[in-house]
């Protein structure tokens, strides 16, 4: 496993585009943990600002011209999915999220209050839920970005930055996950992680930073 023991926490140096990309713009200075929590808001707002011509629109759910939804797969808004994004039938996105341009959510994968950046690709049976991830990151099969700690009803997420243990104030947060990472077939990612660009996560790894002294 190759993750940087120096956790970035600002989305605009984990993602290339973040500062440039809509909900970025609407979030500015804001931590990632923050933006999730706004995210059904925010993506309400880029829904009332989209070119309408690009965009085939249904309620809160926006499809661009050129993305491919197939038939059995579940989208819930408020929704975005971008240019040449693919949703896989079986495959469930849900709870405010953002598909960036050529993403890729498989089937059996669930994508829950999340944003993802270009070319990045779920590929099957994941499931990510309040996160946000940065282009060109590969999910392979059965890896998961836990939300929640189910082992400590009624706390709140922590992460670890730079040796401190912060407490985020939210019930749910999954990760912020740097461009270009990799995250190999059945890895967990427990809710806070902070990964930097091209962090690379082995096959079967459980990563618990929150765990970590």
């Not at 950046?117 to 590969?138: C, K, P």
């Not at 997420?157 to 401190?164: A, N, P, W």
């Not at 243990?165 to 912020?176: E, H, N, Q, S």
Request: glycine content about 14%; some cysteine.
């Amino acid at each position: 496993m190759t993750a940087p023991s120096t956790a970035i926490v600002e989305p605009e140096r984990a993602i290339a585009r973040w500062a440039s990309s809509p909900l970025g713009v609407a979030s500015a200075g804001a931590a990632p943990w923050d933006v999730v929590a706004r995210l059904p808001e925010l993506v309400r707002a880029a829904l009332r600002a989209l070119a309408g011509g690009a965009y085939t629109i249904c309620g809160e759910v926006a499809i661009h011209r050129d993305a491919r939804v197939e038939r059995g797969a579940e989208v819930h808004g408020p929704a975005i999915i971008g240019a040449h994004a693919f949703v896989a039938a079986t495959a469930c996105v849900r709870g405010g999220a953002w598909l960036d341009a050529g993403v890729r959510i498989g089937r059996g994968c669930e994508l829950k209050s999340s944003i993802v950046f270009e070319g990045s690709a779920l590929g099957h049976l994941n499931y990510v839920g309040d996160s946000i991830v940065g282009a060109d990151v590969n999910f392979e099969a059965g890896s998961v970005v836990c939300n929640h700690r189910n082992e400590r009803p009624g706390t709140t997420v922590h992460v670890r930055i730079g040796g401190r243990r912060i407490d985020t104030g939210c019930a749910k947060f999954g990760a912020l996950v740097g461009d270009g990472c990799r995250i190999g077939a059945n890895a967990v990612l427990a809710p806070g992680t902070l990964l930097a660009p091209g962090s690379v996560i082995a096959r079967l790894a459980a990563l618990d930073q929150d765990a970590q002294a």
